[in-house]
């Protein structure tokens, strides 16, 4: 489902280039749940980025289910980011003035509106939030916040959910509660990519990579 060829990606500042990712190569299966470990700064974000067709490497080819995502302009870039990946991260990017309701319908848009609409509220069930529905982010505690969060990547049924360190926010009760619901999803026939440097998500994956210095080793 995923492949990476040659996958490099270089900062340009002032006075150096820093090296995030450097020659990475990866062949990813689809249904699987794969971790990528790695310390602060070795470039796991970056990796989920470009990804995501959210940041394009210095050189290489990122392919998602054949369709090489840069090759794509930008416009159907974030069209097929939209309908096709799922995201998630540590920070979990709630709108403040909208509901749990309202926040999980936002990042619905390219599915039909009845669809959606139907979808939304059995989702919030059954991530237990039936009762916060109509709170707003700060009357939530960080767990449901991520909870609220997973149901956004979620509610347009994507084929990939990428996840940037979705438990580093959470205590340990809430972390496996994160991670339990990316496992369901995955048992479902999704496929997840979880970057992190910690040891929790190793229980549920298939497969884990070790990212240092921009490098897999």
């Known amino acids: 489902m995923i492949q990476l060829q040659h996958v490099n990606k270089t900062f340009e500042g002032f006075s150096k280039h820093a090296e995030a990712l450097k020659n990475i190569n990866l062949d990813i299966s689809a ?13 796991k974000t970056t990796l989920l980025m ?8 210095s050189s290489g080819s990122v392919r998602i289910q054949g369709e090489d995502i840069y090759s794509f302009n930008t416009r159907e870039r974030s069209r097929f980011r939209a309908s096709r ?20 319908l936002l990042s619905a848009g390219q599915a039909k509106e009845g669809s959606k609409q139907h979808r939304a509220p059995a989702l919030i069930e059954q991530l237990g939030l039936a009762e916060r529905i109509l709170h707003k982010p700060s009357e ?5 916040c991520q909870r ?15 996840a940037d360190e979705p438990t580093g926010n959470l205590d340990p ?3 496996l509660e994160v991670l339990r619901i990316l496992h369901n999803y995955h048992r479902s026939g999704g496929t997840v990519m979880l970057v992190t440097h910690g040891t929790d998500a190793d229980q549920y994956a298939d497969h884990i990579y070790s990212l240092d210095k921009g490098e897999i080793n």
Do not use: K, W
Not at 31 to 43: D, E, H, L, Q
């Open 173 to 175: 009760d809430n972390s």
């Open 50 to 57: 470009c990804l995501g067709g959210m940041l394009r490497p």
């Open 31 to 43: 249904r699987t749940f794969s971790v990528i470990r790695g310390p602060s700064g070795s470039g």
């Open 148 to 162: 609220v969060a997973l149901a956004r990547a979620l509610i347009h049924q994507p084929e990939l959910i990428l």
């Open 140 to 144: 939530l505690s960080a767990g449901e």
């Open 85 to 104: 990946i799922g995201f998630v991260f540590q920070s979990f990017y709630l709108v403040p003035y909208l509901n749990v309701l309202e926040n999980v």
